[in-house]
């Protein structure tokens, strides 16, 4: 029953200060204790609690007598409860703390970090040494039209060369997906006056089935230098200089004459195939030699076609196969591998890339 007079209340309070102090929550054994206690007096049915509420039927006067001191106990208890609850709980982090080891010579766990894929890098690694030769780099579109692929490289129309390239036409449209990136000698050209000395590293794409040398999508990183008496023994130079910085000092490279429409004379470059030392394999097609990029001087027609004078300038240009390249650098023997995202394979190149 709730006290109703002065009397009882302060006799209620009497019990339910003596049972507090009784319960002793400044000395709760642990966490759940202290709660239990808590809920015991200040629970929405506990003994703090309903004293509390039992103010609200005596009469005005008393309750302002009374009222403050009832308060004045509950908030001694909640004081208690609450420093008694930081120190257990300062004792429980000590005691994990304690049973927590820490093995220091246990390997880190590495977080998975992203890279650059093999061949970015590669045609990266060969931008920069023609960059440090001088040459500026430059870029072009994917979709190209037939003149820059074609008609200005003098790929006269209806040529056979132009089947040899196996071109992706855009269906309905005069386009079609650049089949190298001699496109962009011209848009430099068009672009600029000469001189002029750049790489244009980029995709490139040819209806072709797909073998261990062969992609339908593949990359190249095109060189173009025009000026006064730029000539065929400039063009050796150059890829001698080049071919030493990627591969080393001594590199054995060849010359083979070879026919491309824009550039007369011109070559295939061959390096020896890093498989087989010359023996013959699936890689070189048994010759002992890889072909990684085609060369040539640059034809008068090229020059005319965008308005410079072929009796005051000339050139040359060259373009390498970037995956013939990472193949070399790399040991990598099937091109494809390249291209499937398989992370056993890219996770190989971590030390070369780091
Ligand atoms: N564009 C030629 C090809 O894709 C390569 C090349 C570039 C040849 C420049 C000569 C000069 O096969």
Redesign the pocket.
């Known amino acids: 029953m709730a006290p109703t007079s002065r009397a009882a209340w302060e006799q209620a309070y009497a019990r339910v200060e003596s049972a507090l102090r009784s319960a002793g929550a400044a000395s709760a054994a642990d966490l759940p204790a202290l709660e239990e206690t808590r809920i015991r007096f200040l629970g929405r049915k506990g003994e703090l609690t309903e004293l509390l509420k039992a103010l609200k039927d005596l009469p005005l006067e008393e309750r302002k007598a009374l009222g403050p001191k009832g308060n004045a106990l509950k908030e001694s208890f909640e004081a208690a409860i609450a420093s008694r609850r930081a120190e257990l709980e300062d004792a429980g982090d000590a005691a994990s703390l304690k049973n927590e080891t820490v093995d220091l010579t246990l390997p880190a766990l590495r977080p998975p970090r992203g890279r650059l894929h093999p061949l970015t890098v590669t045609l990266r690694e060969i931008a920069d040494i023609f960059h440090r030769m001088g040459y500026d780099w430059a870029e072009g579109p994917f979709v190209e039209d037939e003149r820059h692929n074609f008609s200005a490289l003098n790929f006269p129309p209806d040529h056979p060369a132009r089947d040899s390239q196996d071109t992706f036409y855009l269906e309905g449209l005069p386009l079609l997906l650049r ?4 496109t962009v000698q011209i848009r430099a050209m068009e672009a600029s006056r000469p001189p002029i000395r750049v790489v244009c590293p980029g995709r490139v794409f040819r209806h072709e089935q797909t073998d261990v040398t062969h992609s339908a999508v593949f990359h ?1 990183v ?1 060189g173009l230098v025009v000026d006064r008496g730029a000539g065929f023994s400039d063009l050796k130079g150059h890829l001698q200089t080049f071919l030493e910085a990627l591969l080393g000092r001594g590199t054995k490279t060849r010359f083979r004459p070879s026919y ?1 429409p ?2 007369e004379p ?1 070559a295939e470059v061959d390096v020896k195939c890093f498989l087989c030392p010359g023996s013959g394999c699936p890689a070189c097609k048994r010759t002992g030699w890889i072909e990684i990029l ?3 001087v640059v034809h008068p027609k090229v020059l005319e076609g965008v308005g410079w004078d072929p009796e005051q300038w000339s050139g040359f ?3 390498i196969g970037v995956e013939r390249v990472a193949m070399l650098l790399h040991g990598v023997r099937d091109l494809r591998d390249f291209y499937v995202n398989d992370l056993r394979f890219l996770n190989q190149f971590d030390e070369d890339l780091a």
Request: aromatic content about 18%; hydrophobic content about 40%; cysteine-free.
């Open positions: 089949t190298h990136t001699s190249q095109e491309f824009f550039v011109s085609g060369a040539g240009a060259f373009g």
